[in-house]
């Protein structure tokens, strides 16, 4: 199976919004709701910040916010804070009955 | 609140089988609600998926390593174990077990909300 498709890096300063595209096919992304959203500082575990395209879990910042049109899923992160620097993957159900994630984006702040 | 621990060797020689265990703290693995997975990340690279299991013994695994790999559990200490044979460089990595919601009936793989901190697996001879 592919992996998701998600740009190398992005970065934005302090208070601004960014966007993380993941691109995937009709048989993950595509076809179902349950695209998941990770961030994972270095040294440490992922953490579980969107589920169901578009869900946040209890204790994540309402600046997290996730879509989905089409075949490509997206990660907002609005207001951007320092401690937003991490990496971020993001992974979805497959038609297989497997679960795929993306080659993960290095969030920078400016 | 729900605890995950790997542990296992750090060091397999080339051609070996790894062996890892997760076990589990403050929730039974034995949930009609949860598959219990593995994870792992190569140095400076992404996650990939490895597998994960249904606590009604079905097991689902990344297609690139099902030839290798295998998942199973242990209900009564409340751990699940990987082991991945012929294992070659390519499968140095910090390997992460995780619970991931399968809904009712584990139909989907919906989300991985808790994960272990994860464990360093160094292939070399």
């Known amino acids: 199976q592919s992996a998701l498709t998600q740009p190398a890096s992005v970065s934005g300063s302090p208070g601004q919004s960014i966007t993380i595209p993941c691109t995937g096919t009709?048989?993950?992304?595509?076809?179902?709701?349950?695209v998941s959203w990770y961030q994972q500082h270095p040294g440490k575990a992922p953490k579980l910040m969107i589920y169901?395209?578009?869900n946040r879990p209890s204790g994540v910042s309402n600046r997290f916010s996730g879509s989905k049109s089409g075949n490509t899923a997206s990660l907002t992160i609005s207001g951007l804070q320092a401690g937003d620097e991490a990496d971020y993957y993001c992974s979805s159900y497959t038609r297989t009955s497997t679960r795929v994630f993306g080659g993960g984006t290095k969030l920078t702040v400016l | 609140q729900l605890q995950l621990q790997e542990s296992g060797p750090g060091l397999v020689k080339p051609s070996e089988t790894l062996s890892l265990t997760c076990t589990v703290s403050g929730g039974s693995i034995s949930s009609n609600s949860y598959f219990w997975g593995w994870i792992r990340q190569p140095p400076g690279k992404g996650l990939e998926w490895v597998g994960s299991?249904?606590?009604?013994?079905?097991?689902y695994y990344n297609p690139s390593l099902k030839s290798r790999v295998s998942i199973s559990v242990d209900s009564s200490k409340n751990q699940f174990s990987l082991k991945l044979s012929s294992v070659t460089a390519a499968d140095t990595a910090v390997y992460y077990c995780?619970?991931?919601?399968?809904?009712?009936?584990?139909?989907?793989?919906?989300?991985?909300?808790?994960w272990g901190k994860g464990t360093t697996v160094t292939v070399s001879s």
């Open positions: 299991f249904f606590y009604s013994e079905r097991t």
């Open positions: 995780a619970r991931d919601y399968g809904g009712n009936f584990g139909d989907y793989f919906y989300y991985m909300d808790v």
């Open positions: 169901d395209v578009s």
């Open positions: 009709s048989s993950d992304v595509g076809g179902y709701n349950y």
